[in-house]
């Protein structure tokens, strides 16, 4: 056989499907990757059909780095037509890829092929948990539990569907009998030390973590999970030691930083405060600094804000922006109330979520109907001008390409995150940010009338900076709520949500954008 070379492939030779696919297989045997690319994406223009042609270039795509490429392609798909072959391994690049909304899809059309396939159920599974399909997750995995008594998987998944269910002794009770059969298991062992921690119960967190061998106790992530434990149980200069020497390793491992800093604020050591904002600054440039640190940089004292920056890099009364997208009774507003009431996945009170006395759904705007669309669409004009306005920001940076996006839906240098929230009488939202994105916003589907002037401000939306205090407690604005009323900020300023005191609910959609 001759090996083609990228430089000259002769791919005229090249006409039978077959011919090419077994071609492009040998290529990639003899780890010449840009041959077989481009053998295979020659195939895939005269036989646009080939599935074994595109299930090659999907794990060509995968096994040389470029995961975006991949996933790009399976976003071209319709699953529907699809083989059970090409279908299940565009549903695992899906979800290897942290896209379960479209490894659902990919999973559901495999599931029609071959229904009972465990080594499909399971991750179809996952992708249900990922995006708030918990109830249907739950059910197929106590029954692949029961069919396969000894694998861990299943249960170990389980185990985490009923911490997301709220089922927090059911999963404690999964965790243990994991623990019996398969002692030492490092995911167990972890992710039942997190689900102890969740539960405020520190000392048992510790000790599970501590059964993990050295070799896996002193990984990045368990090193950051035990010092978020020990300072949580009171063991502040363990923890402290921790995120010190994690940090002298690395001056930019902000995952340490912002703990560290935290920790300082709170303890109120002004100088261990400003020598780690000076040691972090000058490790990396303002635009490379994550979302977690600009939200401590938010809590520090003005005067250790201004050797940062101008004071309106913090001020939520320069940061904060509110339109009226919608007038009270416009069908559209209508449309996205009767959505966020009646999606399956509104859960009350979810785990390890800053809404207290509410319902929370998981991701809807992941979602791949006109529903999200439409509403991505009708923000993207106003996330337009607020990147306009707020151009040399440098924690705002990374979303300037917004500017010239026409779709919101079919671009994908931006990506959305979305969830509906409706609290009762006495539901409120604890004091938060959201770290993992750039800009966050709420829209406002129904308000209840104020309860008058015994009751100021309640079921406002607060912000807080210049300090770790209550927004309540200093002169921050607060943002009254409306129907229609469009509120977006940066998703590193601290903010939470007055109590709402009467009996009818508050309901919105909060999102990131990123």
């Known amino acids: 056989m001759i090996l083609l070379s990228y430089s000259s492939p002769e791919l005229s030779h090249y006409t039978d499907e077959a011919r090419i696919n077994a071609e492009a297989v040998q290529l990639l045997r003899c780890s010449q990757f840009s041959a ?22 999907l794990r060509l795509y995968l096994n040389t780095g470029r995961i975006g ?21 565009c549903g695992q690049i899906a979800l290897q890829c942290s896209h379960p909304e479209l490894g659902y899809t990919f999973f559901s059309r495999s599931l029609k092929l071959a229904a009972d396939d465990p080594s499909l159920l399971l991750p179809w599974a996952q992708c249900c948990i990922a995006i708030g399909r918990l109830s249907e ?34 999963a404690l009770a999964c965790y243990t009998a994991l623990q019996a059969g398969a002692p030492g298991h490092p995911l167990v062992l972890i992710n039942k030390a997190k689900l102890h921690h969740h539960l405020g119960q520190d000392e048992l967190a510790e000790a599970t973590l501590r ?44 995952r340490a930083v912002v703990p560290l800093l935290y920790s300082a604020l709170e303890s109120g050591d002004h100088d261990v405060l400003v020598a780690g904002v000076r040691a972090a600054t000058t490790a990396a440039d303002a635009v490379a600094y994550p979302t977690r640190f600009w939200s401590v940089l938010a809590d520090c004292p003005r005067a250790v804000q201004q050797d940062i920056g101008p004071a309106d890099w913090f001020a939520p009364e320069q940061l904060v922006q509110q339109s009226q997208l919608f007038e009270d009774g416009d069908t559209s507003l209508l449309l996205l109330h009767d959505w966020v009431l009646n999606h399956p996945t509104l859960l009350a009170n979810r785990a390890s979520k800053p809404t207290q006395g509410g319902s929370q759904t998981h991701e809807l705007l992941a979602d791949a109907n006109n529903m999200a669309a439409d ?41 959305w995150s979305g969830w509906g929230v409706v609290l009762n009488s006495g539901g409120w939202q604890r004091r938060h940010t959201h770290p993992e994105s750039v800009i966050s916003g709420v829209l406002y589907l129904a308000v209840p009338a104020a309860n ?8 406002c939306l607060a912000f807080s900076a210049y300090g770790m205090e209550s927004a309540l407690d200093n002169a921050s604005p607060l943002v009254h ?27 919105c959609i909060a999102f990131n954008v990123f």
């Open 36 to 57: 077989a690319e481009t053998l295979l994406l020659h195939g895939l223009s005269r036989y646009p059909g080939g599935e074994q042609l595109r299930a090659n270039l």
């Open 69 to 89: 490429l991949a996933v790009e392609m399976v976003r071209t798909l319709s699953p529907e037509p699809l083989t059970l072959q090409l279908a299940a391994l």
């Open 137 to 170: 997750a739950e059910a197929v995995l106590m029954n692949l539990c029961h069919r396969f008594p000894d694998a861990i998987e299943p249960a170990l998944t389980l185990a985490i569907c009923q911490s997301e269910l709220g089922l927090f002794t059911e």
């Open 211 to 254: 059964q993990l061998p050295d070799s896996q106790l002193d990984s990045l992530d368990n090193q950051l999970l035990l010092a978020d434990v020990l300072f949580a149980s009171g063991q502040k200069s363990k923890a402290q030691s921790i995120w010190r020497s994690l940090v002298t390793n690395n001056l930019a491992e902000f």
């Open 375 to 415: 509403f991505k669409q009708l923000l993207l004009p106003s996330l337009k001008d607020y990147l306009q306005r707020h151009s040399t920001h440098p924690a705002l940076s990374s979303l300037r390409s917004i500017l010239d996006i026409r779709d919101a839906v079919l671009d994908s240098a931006v990506r």
């Open 452 to 459: 008058g002037p015994d009751h100021p401000g309640e079921g």
């Open 481 to 507: 709520p409306k129907p229609g009323l469009l509120v977006l900020f940066p998703s590193f300023m601290p903010h939470e949500t007055i109590p709402t005191l009467s009996d009818e609910p508050r309901i």
